[in-house]
Protein backbone atom coordinates (compact mmCIF):
# COMPACT_ATOMS: atom_id res chain seq x y z
CA UNK A 1 0.00 0.00 0.00
CA UNK A 2 2.87 2.77 1.03
CA UNK A 3 4.39 1.70 -2.93
CA UNK A 4 0.67 2.57 -4.37
CA UNK A 5 0.75 5.86 -2.35
CA UNK A 6 3.67 7.09 -3.50
CA UNK A 7 3.55 5.88 -6.96
CA UNK A 8 -0.02 6.90 -7.59
CA UNK A 9 0.39 9.40 -9.35
CA UNK A 10 2.57 8.06 -12.01
CA UNK A 11 0.19 5.36 -11.87
CA UNK A 12 -2.21 7.09 -13.32
CA UNK A 13 -0.44 8.99 -15.56
CA UNK A 14 0.97 6.03 -17.33
CA UNK A 15 -3.01 4.71 -17.39
CA UNK A 16 -3.56 7.90 -18.96
CA UNK A 17 -1.05 8.14 -21.40
CA UNK A 18 -1.62 3.85 -22.64
CA UNK A 19 -5.23 4.94 -22.83
CA UNK A 20 -4.74 7.78 -24.95
CA UNK A 21 -2.61 5.81 -26.98
CA UNK A 22 -4.64 3.23 -27.20
CA UNK A 23 -7.58 5.28 -28.55
CA UNK A 24 -5.21 6.69 -31.11
CA UNK A 25 -4.63 3.68 -32.37
CA UNK A 26 -7.72 1.35 -32.13
CA UNK A 27 -9.37 2.17 -35.64
CA UNK A 28 -5.69 1.41 -37.29
CA UNK A 29 -5.56 -1.82 -35.25
CA UNK A 30 -9.00 -2.80 -35.69
CA UNK A 31 -9.20 -2.23 -39.12
CA UNK A 32 -6.38 -4.40 -39.85
CA UNK A 33 -7.37 -6.98 -37.78
CA UNK A 34 -11.23 -7.09 -39.26
CA UNK A 35 -9.37 -6.67 -43.16
CA UNK A 36 -6.88 -10.29 -41.39
CA UNK A 37 -9.58 -12.15 -40.38
CA UNK A 38 -12.19 -11.41 -43.75
CA UNK A 39 -8.90 -12.22 -45.89
CA UNK A 40 -9.00 -15.25 -44.38
CA UNK A 41 -12.35 -15.76 -44.58
CA UNK A 42 -12.48 -15.48 -48.38
CA UNK A 43 -9.35 -17.43 -48.49
CA UNK A 44 -11.12 -20.45 -47.00
CA UNK A 45 -13.99 -19.75 -49.19
CA UNK A 46 -11.76 -20.11 -52.14
CA UNK A 47 -10.63 -23.13 -51.01
CA UNK A 48 -13.57 -24.37 -50.39
CA UNK A 49 -14.96 -23.47 -53.67
CA UNK A 50 -11.94 -25.23 -55.09
CA UNK A 51 -12.82 -28.75 -53.94
CA UNK A 52 -16.54 -28.80 -54.80
CA UNK A 53 -18.44 -31.51 -56.34
CA UNK A 54 -19.23 -30.84 -59.97
CA UNK A 55 -22.97 -31.58 -59.48
CA UNK A 56 -23.15 -29.51 -56.49
CA UNK A 57 -21.61 -26.76 -58.21
CA UNK A 58 -24.10 -27.07 -60.91
CA UNK A 59 -26.85 -27.09 -58.45
CA UNK A 60 -26.29 -24.38 -56.66
CA UNK A 61 -25.36 -22.40 -59.64
CA UNK A 62 -29.06 -23.16 -61.31
CA UNK A 63 -31.16 -22.70 -58.40
CA UNK A 64 -29.70 -19.35 -57.81
CA UNK A 65 -30.48 -18.54 -61.33
CA UNK A 66 -33.79 -19.64 -61.37
CA UNK A 67 -34.27 -17.37 -58.27
CA UNK A 68 -32.79 -14.72 -59.97
CA UNK A 69 -35.66 -15.19 -62.84
CA UNK A 70 -38.41 -15.45 -59.92
CA UNK A 71 -37.33 -11.64 -58.47
CA UNK A 72 -37.15 -10.34 -62.08
CA UNK A 73 -41.16 -11.54 -62.54
CA UNK A 74 -42.40 -11.02 -59.46
CA UNK A 75 -40.19 -7.23 -58.74
CA UNK A 76 -38.91 -6.00 -55.54
CA UNK A 77 -41.49 -6.01 -52.93
CA UNK A 78 -39.04 -5.50 -49.67
CA UNK A 79 -40.99 -7.13 -47.56
CA UNK A 80 -40.12 -10.77 -47.80
CA UNK A 81 -42.08 -13.52 -46.05
CA UNK A 82 -41.15 -16.42 -43.54
CA UNK A 83 -41.50 -18.81 -46.70
CA UNK A 84 -39.65 -16.08 -49.00
CA UNK A 85 -36.96 -15.41 -46.25
CA UNK A 86 -35.97 -19.07 -45.78
CA UNK A 87 -35.70 -19.74 -49.51
CA UNK A 88 -33.76 -17.16 -50.06
CA UNK A 89 -31.41 -18.04 -46.94
CA UNK A 90 -30.41 -21.37 -48.73
CA UNK A 91 -29.55 -20.10 -52.15
CA UNK A 92 -25.41 -19.97 -52.61
CA UNK A 93 -25.27 -21.94 -49.38
CA UNK A 94 -21.83 -23.55 -49.63
CA UNK A 95 -21.76 -26.05 -46.94
CA UNK A 96 -18.50 -25.31 -44.11
CA UNK A 97 -19.30 -21.43 -45.00
CA UNK A 98 -21.89 -18.74 -44.40
CA UNK A 99 -20.25 -16.56 -47.74
CA UNK A 100 -21.76 -16.29 -50.64
CA UNK A 101 -18.92 -14.78 -52.57
CA UNK A 102 -17.05 -11.78 -52.00
CA UNK A 103 -16.44 -8.30 -53.96
CA UNK A 104 -12.84 -6.73 -55.10
CA UNK A 105 -12.70 -2.81 -56.04
CA UNK A 106 -9.16 -2.44 -56.37
CA UNK A 107 -9.22 1.44 -56.89
CA UNK A 108 -10.16 1.85 -52.71
CA UNK A 109 -8.30 -1.67 -51.87
CA UNK A 110 -11.72 -3.30 -51.27
CA UNK A 111 -11.33 -7.25 -50.48
CA UNK A 112 -14.18 -8.53 -48.71
CA UNK A 113 -16.67 -10.83 -48.15
CA UNK A 114 -20.00 -11.15 -49.19
CA UNK A 115 -23.10 -12.52 -46.78
CA UNK A 116 -26.70 -12.90 -46.80
CA UNK A 117 -28.72 -9.90 -45.32
CA UNK A 118 -27.75 -6.75 -43.56
CA UNK A 119 -28.03 -7.71 -40.45
CA UNK A 120 -26.09 -5.21 -37.90
CA UNK A 121 -23.65 -8.42 -37.09
CA UNK A 122 -22.91 -8.85 -40.70
CA UNK A 123 -22.31 -5.14 -41.34
CA UNK A 124 -20.09 -4.40 -38.82
CA UNK A 125 -17.52 -6.72 -39.95
CA UNK A 126 -18.67 -7.12 -44.20
CA UNK A 127 -20.77 -6.38 -46.77
CA UNK A 128 -24.24 -7.45 -46.64
CA UNK A 129 -26.38 -8.67 -49.99
CA UNK A 130 -30.12 -6.82 -49.90
CA UNK A 131 -32.37 -9.26 -49.23
CA UNK A 132 -34.95 -9.63 -52.04
CA UNK A 133 -32.98 -8.42 -55.17
CA UNK A 134 -31.10 -10.49 -57.15
CA UNK A 135 -28.31 -12.59 -56.64
CA UNK A 136 -24.85 -11.56 -56.79
CA UNK A 137 -24.27 -13.85 -59.90
CA UNK A 138 -25.75 -11.16 -62.68
CA UNK A 139 -27.62 -11.87 -66.15
CA UNK A 140 -30.15 -9.92 -67.99
CA UNK A 141 -32.89 -8.32 -65.97
CA UNK A 142 -30.90 -8.44 -62.73
CA UNK A 143 -30.14 -5.96 -60.23
CA UNK A 144 -28.18 -7.21 -57.50
CA UNK A 145 -27.60 -4.48 -54.21
CA UNK A 146 -24.64 -5.13 -51.66
CA UNK A 147 -24.56 -2.72 -48.81
CA UNK A 148 -21.88 -1.66 -46.50
CA UNK A 149 -20.98 0.75 -44.03
CA UNK A 150 -18.61 3.45 -43.73
CA UNK A 151 -16.20 5.39 -40.86
CA UNK A 152 -16.72 2.46 -38.40
CA UNK A 153 -13.93 2.37 -35.60
CA UNK A 154 -13.15 -1.29 -36.18
CA UNK A 155 -13.32 -1.15 -39.61
CA UNK A 156 -13.23 0.34 -43.39
CA UNK A 157 -15.34 -1.40 -45.35
CA UNK A 158 -16.95 1.30 -47.68
CA UNK A 159 -15.48 4.00 -46.13
CA UNK A 160 -13.69 5.16 -49.13
CA UNK A 161 -16.24 4.17 -51.90
CA UNK A 162 -17.52 7.66 -52.20
CA UNK A 163 -14.12 8.07 -54.47
CA UNK A 164 -15.14 5.97 -56.92
CA UNK A 165 -16.14 8.04 -60.46
CA UNK A 166 -18.26 7.31 -63.44
CA UNK A 167 -15.91 4.44 -65.60
CA UNK A 168 -14.63 2.86 -62.21
CA UNK A 169 -14.71 -0.55 -61.91
CA UNK A 170 -15.69 -3.51 -59.24
CA UNK A 171 -15.60 -6.78 -59.39
CA UNK A 172 -18.11 -9.68 -57.42
CA UNK A 173 -16.75 -13.46 -57.13
CA UNK A 174 -19.75 -15.97 -56.20
CA UNK A 175 -18.28 -19.25 -56.74
CA UNK A 176 -16.33 -19.45 -59.57
CA UNK A 177 -18.76 -17.06 -61.36
CA UNK A 178 -16.80 -13.72 -61.84
CA UNK A 179 -18.87 -10.41 -62.82
CA UNK A 180 -17.58 -7.59 -63.41
CA UNK A 181 -19.27 -3.91 -63.15
CA UNK A 182 -18.27 -0.37 -64.21
CA UNK A 183 -19.91 2.55 -62.57
CA UNK A 184 -22.31 4.50 -64.33
CA UNK A 185 -24.49 6.20 -62.12
CA UNK A 186 -23.43 7.93 -58.25
CA UNK A 187 -26.82 9.03 -56.63
CA UNK A 188 -27.62 10.41 -53.23
CA UNK A 189 -31.18 9.91 -52.26
CA UNK A 190 -33.07 9.62 -48.79
CA UNK A 191 -33.15 6.08 -46.97
CA UNK A 192 -36.94 5.45 -48.30
CA UNK A 193 -36.35 6.08 -51.80
CA UNK A 194 -36.21 2.75 -53.34
CA UNK A 195 -36.91 3.36 -56.94
CA UNK A 196 -33.26 3.49 -58.29
CA UNK A 197 -32.59 -0.31 -57.13
CA UNK A 198 -35.35 -1.57 -59.12
CA UNK A 199 -34.47 -3.93 -61.56
CA UNK A 200 -34.52 -2.57 -65.59
CA UNK A 201 -35.68 -5.34 -68.01
CA UNK A 202 -32.66 -6.45 -70.03
CA UNK A 203 -30.27 -4.59 -68.15
CA UNK A 204 -27.60 -6.85 -65.35
CA UNK A 205 -26.82 -3.98 -62.83
CA UNK A 206 -24.96 -4.19 -59.37
CA UNK A 207 -25.51 -1.11 -56.97
CA UNK A 208 -23.39 -0.37 -54.07
CA UNK A 209 -25.25 1.60 -50.81
CA UNK A 210 -23.42 3.09 -48.01
CA UNK A 211 -24.34 6.18 -45.78
CA UNK A 212 -23.66 9.49 -46.51
CA UNK A 213 -22.22 11.96 -45.49
CA UNK A 214 -19.69 10.66 -43.73
CA UNK A 215 -20.42 10.77 -39.97
CA UNK A 216 -24.06 12.29 -40.21
CA UNK A 217 -25.57 9.07 -41.89
CA UNK A 218 -29.16 11.14 -43.31
CA UNK A 219 -28.88 9.60 -46.62
CA UNK A 220 -27.63 6.96 -49.08
CA UNK A 221 -24.94 6.86 -51.36
CA UNK A 222 -25.66 4.67 -54.01
CA UNK A 223 -23.22 3.63 -56.64
CA UNK A 224 -24.80 1.96 -59.86
CA UNK A 225 -22.29 -0.27 -62.43
CA UNK A 226 -23.67 -2.02 -65.47
CA UNK A 227 -22.03 -5.51 -66.52
CA UNK A 228 -18.78 -5.44 -68.53
CA UNK A 229 -16.68 -8.50 -69.65
CA UNK A 230 -13.90 -9.75 -67.16
CA UNK A 231 -11.29 -7.46 -67.55
CA UNK A 232 -8.60 -9.95 -66.60
CA UNK A 233 -8.79 -14.07 -65.40
CA UNK A 234 -9.90 -14.91 -62.37
CA UNK A 235 -7.38 -15.06 -59.79
CA UNK A 236 -9.22 -17.99 -57.92
CA UNK A 237 -8.45 -20.34 -60.78
CA UNK A 238 -5.17 -20.07 -59.91
CA UNK A 239 -3.58 -22.92 -57.61
CA UNK A 240 -4.46 -21.44 -54.04
CA UNK A 241 -2.01 -21.57 -51.02
CA UNK A 242 -2.63 -23.88 -47.91
CA UNK A 243 -4.00 -21.74 -44.80
CA UNK A 244 -2.88 -20.70 -42.65
CA UNK A 245 1.13 -22.33 -43.55
CA UNK A 246 1.57 -19.88 -45.92
CA UNK A 247 -0.44 -17.17 -44.53
CA UNK A 248 0.87 -14.15 -45.17
CA UNK A 249 0.27 -13.59 -41.12
CA UNK A 250 1.63 -16.79 -40.21
CA UNK A 251 4.21 -15.09 -37.91
CA UNK A 252 1.14 -14.17 -35.65
CA UNK A 253 0.77 -16.45 -33.29
CA UNK A 254 -2.34 -18.46 -33.97
CA UNK A 255 -3.57 -17.72 -30.54
CA UNK A 256 -3.56 -13.91 -30.87
CA UNK A 257 -5.05 -14.32 -34.51
CA UNK A 258 -7.67 -16.36 -32.90
CA UNK A 259 -8.90 -14.13 -30.16
CA UNK A 260 -11.35 -11.55 -30.43
CA UNK A 261 -10.07 -7.86 -30.86
CA UNK A 262 -12.43 -6.92 -27.80
CA UNK A 263 -11.09 -9.41 -25.30
CA UNK A 264 -6.88 -8.92 -26.78
CA UNK A 265 -6.88 -4.49 -27.02
CA UNK A 266 -8.22 -4.98 -23.01
CA UNK A 267 -6.25 -7.15 -22.30
CA UNK A 268 -2.77 -6.17 -24.14
CA UNK A 269 -3.10 -2.67 -22.04
CA UNK A 270 -3.48 -4.25 -18.98
CA UNK A 271 -0.19 -6.41 -19.69
CA UNK A 272 1.70 -3.42 -20.92
CA UNK A 273 0.49 -1.55 -17.52
CA UNK A 274 1.68 -4.10 -15.30
CA UNK A 275 5.12 -4.37 -17.67
CA UNK A 276 5.91 -0.80 -17.36
CA UNK A 277 5.01 -0.89 -13.33
CA UNK A 278 7.16 -4.26 -13.02
CA UNK A 279 10.40 -2.66 -14.91
CA UNK A 280 9.88 0.70 -12.46
CA UNK A 281 9.83 -1.14 -9.36
CA UNK A 282 13.29 -3.55 -10.63
CA UNK A 283 14.88 0.12 -11.39
CA UNK A 284 14.35 1.38 -7.80
CA UNK A 285 15.08 -1.79 -6.22
CA UNK A 286 18.43 -1.36 -7.76
CA UNK A 287 18.81 1.97 -7.30
CA UNK A 288 18.49 0.95 -3.43
CA UNK A 289 21.43 -1.59 -3.89
Not at 182 to 190: M, R, W
Not at 257 to 275: D, M, N, Q, S, Y
Request: aromatic share 8%; charged share 20%.
Amino acid sequence: MKWLKRNGLTFFLILVMLTGAGIMAYPTFADWWNSFHQSRAVASYMQTVDTMDTEEYDRIIREAEAYNRKVAETGTLWNMSEEDHAEYERQLKIEGTDIMGYIDIDKVKIHLPIYHGTDEAVLQVAIGHLEDTSLPIGGPGSHCVLSGHRGLPSAKLFTDIDRLVEGDIFVLTVLNHVATYEVDQILTVLPNEMESLAITPGQDYCTLVTCTPYGVNTHRLLIRGHRIPNIEKPKQNMPLPAIPETDEYAWVPRWIRETPIFVLAPAGTVALIVLILFIRLLARIFRRK
